[in-house]
């Protein structure tokens, strides 16, 4: 019974959202998301805690699987991801935190991978990154979203901090790729040190916590520097190397920043970033980025079609009845194929999807009224 339920849902969030983006973007469709109640909401949100507390603060996983960056409530960008890369099932997924904010769907973005990691625990993994907290989500627009959705008496929000406190910090691929949403510090504590930092994680006062979730990397310093973020380093690749070295890992992957192919890589492709929401807050016209690992360690950059930055109200929410009838509708094989930008023509010139052109979007049909 329960797990029908999570299933539904999930079916329920899939069909509604059929992947077809390109049609979307041309306005031949119209946008849909599914509104879920309150309390399922809030047994989804209690389900994923559970996991995520019996996780260990570094996850161990094995290759091959695809590593997800920052989507910031691009929900279209997370969805295409999906439809190009395989669902759960087939593809194993881990994302690197920075699920909410900034953009417009953190809610659905969030419970969409919430529901893949309930229905598929072992193909889903998820490591917290900087947004996730109350603090930064208070300012950032995930909580404006949820009073909005949910009204502001509600408990949504406070069961999706507490689901936050218990993401784990790191992950190592095969014990050799450590990823982890921003870098490193000074006095980096081991990884069995790392695992040992207990949660709930409530705010950023653990220096290696603040450390984790907040540096950057650079090319052009030696050593560790404050960072202009105000919080977290930047770190070198002297740094970088004897860190490493001392966990006898060879590649950091991270996330954090916003990089105009989706993926890059500095220090002799010692370390990746990987940002997955394209055209990011509508303000950069970045393309949407996947790192594939192959068996062996072997590291793909994927690059992904732009989307344009759709608004929130853009989209037609439909009340979400689950009903054993829903089916997947995602590729249930993974394309190896790389789509290069040029594919991006597909999609119409806009940067962004602003409501005076959503008017021009087909009618909601009958059936789905
Ligand atoms: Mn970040």
């Not at 990987?274 to 980025?289: D, E, K, L, P, R």
């Not at 590729?331 to 962004?352: D, E, G, Y």
């Amino acid at each position: 019974m329960e797990e029908s339920f999570f299933k539904g849902h999930l079916n329920a969030f899939l069909s509604m959202a059929k992947v077809d983006v390109p049609s979307y973007v041309q306005m031949k469709k119209s946008l849909m998301l599914p509104l879920f109640f309150e309390e399922d909401v809030i047994m989804i949100i209690r389900k994923a805690e559970s996991i995520f507390m019996a996780e260990n603060t570094v996850l161990n996983i094995e290759s091959p699987l695809v590593v997800v960056g920052d989507v910031h409530g691009h929900v279209f960008d997370l969805i295409q991801i999906l439809s190009v890369m395989g669902c759960p099932g087939s593809t194993k997924y881990l994302f690197l935190g920075d699920i909410v904010d900034r953009g417009e769907f953190s809610l659905e973005t969030c419970l969409l991978i919430y529901l893949l990691k309930i229905v598929y625990p072992e193909d889903v993994y998820i490591i917290r990154g900087n947004h996730e907290f109350g603090s930064m989500c208070n300012s950032f627009g995930f909580s404006r979203e949820v009073n909005k959705t949910y009204g502001r008496d509600s408990r949504v929000l406070e069961e999706f901090y507490s689901s936050f406190s218990y993401l784990p910090l790191v992950a190592m691929v095969d014990q050799k790729i450590i990823c982890l949403h921003g870098g490193i510090g000074p006095n980096m504590p081991p990884i069995e040190q790392i695992s040992a930092i207990k949660r709930p994680i409530k705010d950023f006062s653990d220096p290696t916590v603040s450390a984790i979730l907040w540096s950057d990397p650079s090319a052009f310093i030696h050593g560790f520097h404050s960072s202009n973020r105000g919080i977290g380093f930047v770190f070198g690749e002297d740094s970088l190397i004897s860190y490493m070295d001392e966990i006898k890992a060879s590649i950091m992957i991270r996330g954090h920043e916003c990089v105009s192919k989706g993926v890059s890589s500095i220090m002799q492709d010692r370390v990746y970033t990987v940002f997955s929401a394209s055209n990011y807050c509508g303000t950069s016209q970045n393309q949407s980025g996947v790192l594939k690992i192959g068996e062996n360690q072997s590291i793909s950059p994927i690059i992904l079609p732009q989307i344009p930055y759709i608004e929130r109200n853009c989209v037609v929410f439909k009340t979400a009845f689950i009903n054993e009838s829903h089916s997947f509708t995602c590729n249930s094989s993974p394309t190896k194929k790389v789509i290069s930008s040029s594919t991006s023509i597909l999609f119409p010139k806009h940067k962004i999807i602003t409501k005076s052109m959503c008017s021009r979007l087909a009618q909601i049909p009958n059936f789905l009224k």
